[in-house]
Nanobody, 115 residues
Framework: QVQLVESGGGLVQAGGSLTLSCTAS????????IGWYRQPPAPGARLELV?????????NYGASVKGRFTISRADASNSVKLNMTSLQTEDSAAYYC???????WGQGVQVTVSS
């Protein structure tokens, strides 16, 4: 079972930046994507796509973060970073690293953006 370790969450003011990191315990098999999803704190809020990278490092972004967030492969092929800029209060959520379609998930990190 692949373990995903996330880091980098925290509290930031609106307009600020944060970087999240995710490292998988082993190399990611081909044809899988690694990336981030988030769940806002509102009751009943749905999990939403933030950003993913496929095996060819082609990114896919959720509409609400496009142009503000950048996902990239870190030094090791089994690690990714998510650079988040121009953060808004609406970006406050629990952020989860995931490998799909293998359905591996990290424990999540909290990002809180204050106004």
């Amino acid at each position: 079972q692949v373990q995903l370790v996330e880091s980098g969450g925290g509290l930031v003011q609106a307009g600020g930046s944060l970087t999240l990191s995710c490292t998988a315990s082993e190399n990611i098999p081909g044809n899988n994507v690694i990336g981030w999803y988030r769940q806002p704190p509102a009751p009943g809020a749905r999990l939403e796509l933030v950003a993913t990278l496929d095996k060819d490092d082609i990114p896919n972004y959720g509409a609400s973060v496009k142009g503000r967030f950048t996902i990239s492969r870190a030094d090791a092929s089994n690690s990714v970073k998510l650079n988040m800029t121009s953060l808004q209060t609406e970006d406050s959520a629990a952020y989860y690293c995931s490998i799909q379609p293998m359905n591996y998930w990290g424990q999540g990190v909290q990002v809180t953006v204050s106004s």
